[in-house]
Each structure stands twice: as structure tokens, then as C-alpha cells.
């Protein structure tokens, strides 16, 4: 499959983003040695089913373009056993888990297809996929290895989602997040966004950067992307087709390993005003 070229404009300084108090964090099913904590967060703990590493909170903003700094860990994740994730906020923990998928085997295929036909999607460019739209892609291999992979998400041990990372055969592959409709507004997606990128740079240590786009009125997905720590990096007027009505704007954000890694951003700089 040929990849689509997108404009990532170059990025040439570094901005350190400030942490918060901790509220969440990560469990990571391999047993390791405890990290050390940083100061103002809480301190690491071992438990039976693995190393509890502390992230940081963002704080709440009004826009998706605002700056929020996200929840950092003390020690850099790595690869192998799936992800758990513990989010404790007043009083109540969310577990959420990544599991790969094969849509090669009858099982996944059919959850896959029950999953897609089952719930709206009303900010991809179709929005109620058809079944028979679905098998086609399948079969097409769009979400079979070497280029895709597809991901499972459970929140609390039930089913809530799916993500597909496009062009791992890249070294910028893009994310597709699919929640649920019931399990949409809960914060899941902004716990999420910062896993797969953990998940992403450690299993694949060619990549350099990932990508995410959207539409422009999709706020909640825009402002989980910037908590993260990712770019905006372009703005594509009236491109993204929409269920009888006309296109809405596009907007394209990215994460650089080694601003992910730091815990650093390395913001957008226009250059507009030397062709002015």
C-alpha cells in the first residue's frame, strides 16, 4: 500500500512542559525493580501484578489547541506484556488494557465486525460502517501486519474499544482510536492516547514520530492529543468528507519520540512571516 505523504514541518526548539500532582498510574504486568519518584509526584510501588510507576495529571483546559502538561513517567516503559493502566481519581480506579488482535482468526474477525456495525463513529469519514464495507477492508489486509496492527482496549475487564496503527512499515505511523458509544466522555481516550504512544516507541524502535488526524470539530479527541503532549502541525481546509454535508476542515497532530521520552514539546514554529 503506497503511503500517503503528509507535511510535517521541521521542529527546531524545546519547550519543557511543567508536571502535576499524580492521579495516575500505570501497572506494567512484567515484574521489574521499582523506579525512582520525581519530585511532586507519589511514590512508585511494587504489587503482585507488576511495577506501579506514577504518572502525571493534566489540568483541565477550555481549548483543544491550549498547552497541558501531561502525566509523565519516572521510568521509560518496555516491551512485551500488554499494558494495564490504574487511574485513581477521587476514589475510583479505572483499569484499562491493550490487547493485540487478529482479524486472520474467526473470533476477532467477528468482534471487530460487531463492534463497527454497532456503534456511530459520527467523526470518521463514515460514521456507520456497513458490514459488507468492513469484511472488504479485512480482507484487504488493512488491519494485518507488516503496515497495520489492531489493538483491543478494555476498561475495567469489559470490551470499550479498538485502535489501528497504520504504516508500521513507516517511520511515522498514524493512530485510528474507535471508543464505544457508551464508554465516550470518561477520560478514557486521553489515558489511552498516552499508552499507545508508550506501546508505539518501545515495540517499534525505527519509529521517530506519530501522527493523528481528525476532524476540526472533534474537540475531545484535539484536546486528549494536546494533554498528551502532541503538535498540531497543519490545518487542511474543507477536506474531510462528511455524511451528507458539506467537507469539514482537517486537522493533523504529532509526538516526537524524543519529546515523548523527555517529557518535553517541541512547539510549532511558523515561518509564514518570511514569504509575507
Known sequence: MKKVVRHSPRQDTTRTRPRQPALLRVLDDRAAAPAQPEAGSSSTMSRSS????????????QSPESTAPPYRSSSTRTSGAPVVLARCLYGHCMELKLHPMD????????????????????????????????????????FSAPEHALLRVDVDGAFTGIVVLDDLDDSAPMIDVRL???????????????????????????????????????????????????????????????????????????????DHLSGTTTPFLSDDALTA
Open 50 to 61: 507488576g511495577t506501579c510507576r506514577t504518572f502525571f495529571t493534566p489540568r483541565e483546559r
Open 103 to 142: 482479524t486472520t482468526g474467526p473470533s476477532d474477525r467477528a468482534v471487530l465486525i460487531e463492534f463497527l456495525t454497532t456503534n456511530r463513529f459520527p467523526f470518521h469519514v463514515s460514521s456507520t460502517p456497513t458490514r459488507d464495507a468492513i469484511e472488504r477492508r479485512i480482507d484487504d489486509g488493512a
Open 180 to 258: 464505544s458509544e457508551r464508554s465516550r466522555g470518561q477520560g478514557i481516550g486521553t489515558v489511552l492516547i498516552r499508552v499507545l504512544a508508550d506501546h508505539v516507541f518501545a515495540a517499534f524502535p525505527d519509529v521517530t514520530r506519530i501522527e493523528a488526524q481528525t476532524r476540526d470539530d472533534n474537540v475531545a479527541m484535539r484536546r486528549s492529543l494536546v494533554r498528551n503532549g502532541w503538535v498540531k502541525e497543519a490545518h487542511y481546509r474543507r477536506t474531510w468528507p462528511v455524511d451528507d454535508g458539506a467537507p469539514r476542515d482537517s486537522v493533523a497532530y504529532g509526538i516526537l519520540r524524543e
